[in-house]
């Protein structure tokens, strides 16, 4: 059964420091996103990506924090200056219509 | 604002018994409703989804329920097993096609032997 993976599963950083997530979506999925869950917390939306561009995105998801979809396989998170606030378990879901499916997840840590 | 509220305290329950997990939402017209398990330090799975004209949702052990005058959807696992243990989570969604989730804060679910 296709499947969404997510690497690195875990990620160790220092403050300030720049970190790229990346996953690999169902292949014929068309939306793509990315949740976020902070330890001992609910999962949080940061962003959706349709037609190579944002579809939509959350207060979560400043400047720091961009995506991109590079090839036809790839979804990318890039944070541009970790924070301490920014450690967290991120999740990357795909889906053709409604049902989403979920990565594993990167544990990220930053230090 | 927003809310969408599971239930508050953890549910512990006797295999083979019928657990029922509750979600309430208020200010919110969710086009339809999942439901996932999310084991520690995995990712969510997907269960059941369940659309605003519908009712009832069904798949082997798993029943759901929606009701959009209520506004509360409620998660039966019939015959549970130690297996089931994980926490439950609620999601609702606001588009048709291509929305984001909004996630309740899940209900830790235990079964024992």
């Known amino acids: 059964e296709p499947e969404v993976t997510q690497t690195p599963s875990h990620q160790v950083t220092q403050m300030g420091q720049e970190v790229i997530l990346r996953c690999v979506p169902i292949s014929n999925h068309l939306y793509f996103y990315w949740y976020r869950q902070i330890l001992g917390q609910k999962v949080e939306f940061l962003v959706s990506?349709?037609?190579?561009?944002?579809?939509?995105k959350s207060e979560i998801f400043d400047d720091q924090f961009s995506v991109e979809r590079p090839d036809g396989s790839n979804f990318t998170l890039k944070i541009r200056s970790t924070k301490l606030e920014d450690s967290a378990m991120y999740f990357c879901a795909s889906t053709i219509t409604d049902t989403q499916y979920f990565g594993p997840g990167t544990r990220l840590t930053v230090l | 604002s927003q809310k969408i509220e599971q239930n508050s305290e953890a549910l512990n329950i006797q295999e083979g018994k019928t657990a029922t997990l509750t979600c309430n939402y208020t200010?919110?017209?969710?086009?339809?409703l999942q439901w996932y398990r999310q084991d520690p330090g995995r990712g969510p799975v997907f269960l059941l989804l369940?659309?605003?004209?519908?009712k009832e949702k069904r798949k082997e052990r798993l029943k759901v329920t929606f009701d959009t005058t209520l506004k509360q959807s409620l998660f039966h696992i019939t015959a549970s097993q130690p297996a089931d243990s994980a926490t439950y989570l609620c999601?609702?969604?606001?588009?048709?096609?291509?929305?984001?989730?909004?996630f309740g804060q899940g209900t830790e679910l235990s079964v024992k032997p």
């Open positions: 369940i659309r605003e004209n519908e």
């Open positions: 999601a609702l969604a606001s588009w048709r096609q291509g929305g984001k989730l909004i």
């Open positions: 990506f349709y037609n190579n561009e944002i579809s939509e």
């Open positions: 200010n919110y017209s969710p086009a339809y």
